[in-house]
């Protein structure tokens, strides 16, 4: 696969000009398109999907064909190229820019054009523009387990208890830990639970359908080398390392801790600037969220979350569990908490959609889920920063986006 950028007339730039007429793009000119919108292109943002295709980080000695490059033209997605994907063990929770997420939200969307992209395990990368949303307020509904492992009303909405209730809790120097560390960590194996776990590339996820996952953008996208990480298979309601058991006499079941592969994974931006080693794109935050689709259901075990627009200004008593590692057994035990995410707005893609909390955050911990007593997400947690932790929220563009992904 040549490294020979072209721009196509749709405006997203292709590996080569072969590429590009594979999918039924005119080349517009050579080498990559302009930065994604008029305030991207003010930052000196570089285009948009360029930053995908540089010489390093294109797989140069690749051989695709037809069915790969058309795999998901009927969803609008148009290949682009194979790409290089790398393995970290650092996790991808970070710091941002001093600028405030939720200013920089409201400027960084403001004349540009958000796209999707999606990658599969071979590195196949395919990239669309956001068409066709639907406007809320939107839902989903959560649904339990088939299982055993269902959990009783009180049990799901209730707070789960710590493995050690005399534990020392501490304050961190790192991370956002504001005052006592809130945090504790819980061994639940009851529903919803067990629709929370733990992704390859060192975050948390959530599921939010039989066969998907919920979590931050820039656990698939890595911004300290500009690169795509390698794995994004999920392990769902990860802790301990031992079997899981429920019930009792005839109706006990155990299972071990599994792991479920990945099929493709997608995530939203407006354009991929590095903004410094670790850090988010202040343009990128409003758009932090990413879906993961796994080879199985997992429905029988796991349950999964329904999906509900945050709107209306108003102050959500939310729930979050993930694995931070800053704790014992980075990405086998689960730490849990509890506080107000103040969202703002639920319309589109601008500055309520970004809530600033003081939760307490430690890297491990992207994208973990905030979700209310009736069991839906309102929003993924995206990163730190000044003291405060930040939650993308569920508006109706990315309800619609992720509808659109959800099986």
């Known amino acids: 696969m040549d490294h020979a950028p072209v721009c196509g007339k749709n405006g997203i730039t292709y590996a080569n000009a072969c590429i590009a007429e594979s999918q039924g793009v005119q080349v517009a000119k050579k080498g990559p398109c302009a930065a994604a919108g008029p305030t991207a292109a003010a930052a000196g943002a570089p285009p948009a999907t360029a930053a995908f295709l540089r010489p390093e ?30 393995q970290r063990m650092a996790t991808p929770i970070t710091k941002v820019q001093a600028a405030g997420p939720q200013a920089a939200a409201a400027a960084g969307v403001a004349g540009a054009s958000p796209f999707a992209v999606r990658i599969t395990p071979s590195g196949d990368l395919y990239v669309g523009r956001l068409k066709n949303l639907l406007t809320g307020p939107l839902s ?40 006592p560390d809130n945090r504790y960590e819980i061994d639940m194996h009851t529903y919803p639970y067990t629709a929370v776990g733990f992704v390859a590339s060192g975050c948390t996820g959530s599921m939010i359908g039989p066969r998907t996952v919920l979590t931050a953008g820039h656990c698939l996208w890595d911004t300290y080398t500009q690169s795509w990480l390698n794995k994004y298979d999920f392990y769902p309601n990860r802790h301990s390392g031992g079997y899981h058991c429920h019930g009792t006499g005839t109706a006990r079941r155990c ?48 349950g999964y979350f329904g999906l509900q627009t945050s709107c209306g200004a108003k102050q959500y008593s939310c729930r979050t569990e993930g694995y931070p590692s800053d704790k014992p057994n980075y990405g086998w035990r689960t730490w849990y908490t509890t506080g107000v995410v103040p969202f703002s707005g639920c319309a589109g893609w601008g500055s309520g959609s970004v809530a600033r909390t ?4 430690y890297p491990g911990q992207s994208g973990s889920p905030a979700w209310t007593t009736d069991l839906n997400v309102r929003g993924v947690l995206s990163c730190t920063g000044g003291g405060y932790t930040y939650f993308r929220g569920l508006t109706d563009g990315a309800i619609s986006w992720i509808l659109k992904n959800r099986v």
């Open 140 to 179: 989903t509904p959560p649904a339990r387990p088939a299982g055993p492992q269902v959990a009783a009303a009180a049990a799901a909405n209730g707070d789960p208890q710590p493995v050690n209730s005399t534990q020392q809790h501490r304050k961190l120097l790192a991370g956002n830990i504001v005052g």
């Open 255 to 302: 299972y071990s801790p599994r792991t479920v592969r990945w099929e493709w994974a997608s995530t939203l931006f407006v354009n991929a600037k590095n903004c410094g080693p670790g850090c988010i794109m202040n343009a990128d935050i409003p758009l932090d969220v990413a879906v993961i689709r796994l080879k199985e259901v997992t429905t029988s075990f796991t």
């Open 358 to 361: 003081t939760i307490d955050a």
């Open 57 to 86: 980080q294109l797989d140069t000695a690749a051989v695709v064909g037809m069915p790969v490059m058309a795999k998901y033209a009927s969803e609008g997605y148009s290949f682009v190229g194979r790409v290089k994907a790398v």
